[in-house]
T-cell receptor, first 109, second 126 residues
């Protein structure tokens, strides 16, 4: 994947976790990023768009930030229901293609 | 509430090659009213892969790695859009999603998929 994410992260309930997404100037560095949450057997769900905006219905426990060619998804007040796979995605201007990160599996334990 | 639903015979075999044919029906929003509409697939090994996107009045844009084998089209009368992939192999086995894409430009491209279908599993025999 052109966007690099850690394969897995884990944190205790109630704590905060961050998931990183690293890219380049042709994707994250010059275009807006979105984040998706996916539970097993279901479709991805939009969590964050345009780097740091939340769609209606997404709690403010979820946040997005970006600096240069890297972005971060933050989740506070972790709940067992947050256990899922999380993907970042954006447009790559050089390749003219949508690119996604490989996904990060969040375990809340 | 807008909903997208993938369907299709999955695999068809014209002569010696296998082709994949899928349709995405959109409910709760008129395709001809705007927005882009895309296909994304997911495999355990390669993760999420964008196949292509189209706008009802423009030529589709495709992933360069798949462009030679993919055709997308829209039928506004049925409010659905379709994907045809030719010469498929076992490597094309995946969960295929259709989705609505929000796309624009403001100090950089902003694209995101805000509504997704539930996905349809396509298994290509090896």
């Amino acid at each position: 994947s052109l966007l690099t994410q850690p394969p897995s992260v884990s944190m205790a309930p109630g704590q905060k976790v961050t998931i990183s997404c690293s890219g380049s100037s042709s994707n994250i560095g010059n275009n807006y990023l979105s984040w998706y949450q996916q539970f097993p057997g279901t479709a991805p769900k939009l969590l964050i768009y345009e780097d740091n905006k939340r769609p209606s219905g997404i709690p403010d426990r979820f946040s997005g930030s970006k600096s240069g060619t890297s972005a971060t998804l933050g989740i506070t007040g972790l709940q067992t229901g947050d256990e899922a796979d999380y993907f970042c995605g954006t447009w790559d201007t050089s390749l003219s293609v949508w690119v996604f990160g490989g996904g990060t599996k969040l375990t809340v334990l | 509430q807008m909903q997208l639903q993938e369907s299709g015979p999955g695999l068809v075999k014209p002569s010696e090659t296998l082709s994949l044919s899928l349709t995405c029906e959109v409910n709760g929003y008129s395709i001809s009213s705007g927005y882009y509409w895309g296909w994304i697939r997911q495999t355990p090994g390669k993760g999420l892969e964008w196949i292509g996107s189209l706008f009802h009045s423009e030529s589709p844009s495709y992933n360069p790695s798949l462009k030679s084998r993919v055709t997308m089209s829209v039928d506004t009368s049925k409010n659905q859009f379709s994907l045809i992939m030719t010469s498929v192999t076992a490597a094309d086995t995946a969960l295929y999603f259709c989705a609505r894409e929000i796309r624009g430009y403001s100090s950089g491209w902003y694209n995101y998929f805000d509504h997704w279908g539930q996905g349809i599993l396509v298994a290509v025999p090896s």
